[in-house]
């Protein structure tokens, strides 16, 4: 199985700022993927990170507010822009296992105040 | 388009107590489905599921997938306080690559 961390575990962010998280996978892993999880809701795909190739964006998110950088095989970051209140979720990084199950990293909460 | 959807949506049970827990799915290009516990932020993996009819077993923890009827139960045994969380069914479908689609989640709280 992978192990993946992530951080930071959370933060409190102003209206209008970025938050970039990061994460790290203990083995080289070909996909990464970013999850939202809003308050009560379950897992929304953001967007998929290969390495060497540009994020591929689930509906409804777009690079300039998410961008995604994937320079290696065991890392991957998510920008968070301009934020707002509605933006205010748990992000989480996952990663595929050798049979095609996924593993979380720990997960960043953010609030947007 | 793909969908999974879990039931029921909320649970409260007694210690001791046995749960079933639901998954259904509509995907095309069917892979495998997946089960999580959710306690706190990260989603915790407790099986996959590729086979009809084969049963996957941990502990007080089982699990079995019917692709006759594009579904997979969930059940726990003697729960426990621990047992709460929520859990997840997620189906992965392939598409070029690997894509998981996550149902709704099935919120269990077990009393002492």
């Known amino acids: 199985s992978a192990v993946i961390s992530q951080k930071p575990s959370r933060d409190i962010c102003q209206r209008g700022t970025s938050l970039t998280i990061q994460c790290q996978v203990d083995?080289?892993?070909?996909?990464m993927f970013w999850y939202r999880q809003q308050p009560g809701q379950s897992l929304t795909l953001i967007a998929t990170?290969?390495?060497?190739?540009?994020?591929?964006?689930e509906s409804g998110f777009v690079i300039d507010k998410f961008p995604i950088s994937r320079p290696n095989l065991t890392f991957s970051t998510l920008t968070v822009s301009n934020m707002s209140p509605e933006d205010s979720s748990i992000y989480l990084c996952?990663?595929?296992?050798?049979?095609?199950?996924?593993?979380f990293g720990p997960g960043t909460r953010l609030t947007v105040t | 388009e793909d969908k999974v959807v879990q039931s029921p949506l909320s649970l409260v049970v007694h210690e001791g107590d046995t749960v079933t827990l639901n998954c259904s799915y509509e995907?095309?290009?069917?892979?495998?489905l997946l089960w999580y516990k959710q306690e706190k932020k990260a989603p915790t993996f407790l099986f996959m599921l590729?086979?009809?009819?084969i049963e996957k077993k941990s502990g007080r923890l089982s699990s079995i997938l019917d692709k006759k009827e594009l579904s997979s139960i969930l059940n726990i045994t003697a729960t426990q306080t621990g047992d709460s969380a929520i859990y997840l069914c997620?189906?992965?479908?392939?598409?070029?690559?690997?894509?998981?689609?996550f149902g709704t989640g099935t919120r269990l709280k077990v009393l002492a």
């Open positions: 996952s990663a595929p296992g050798t049979s095609g199950e996924q593993y």
């Open positions: 997620a189906v992965v479908i392939t598409s070029g690559t690997y894509k998981y689609i």
């Open positions: 590729t086979s009809s009819g």
């Open positions: 995907v095309t290009n069917f892979r495998s």
């Open positions: 990170a290969n390495q060497g190739s540009e994020a591929t964006y």
């Open positions: 083995s080289q892993v070909t996909m």
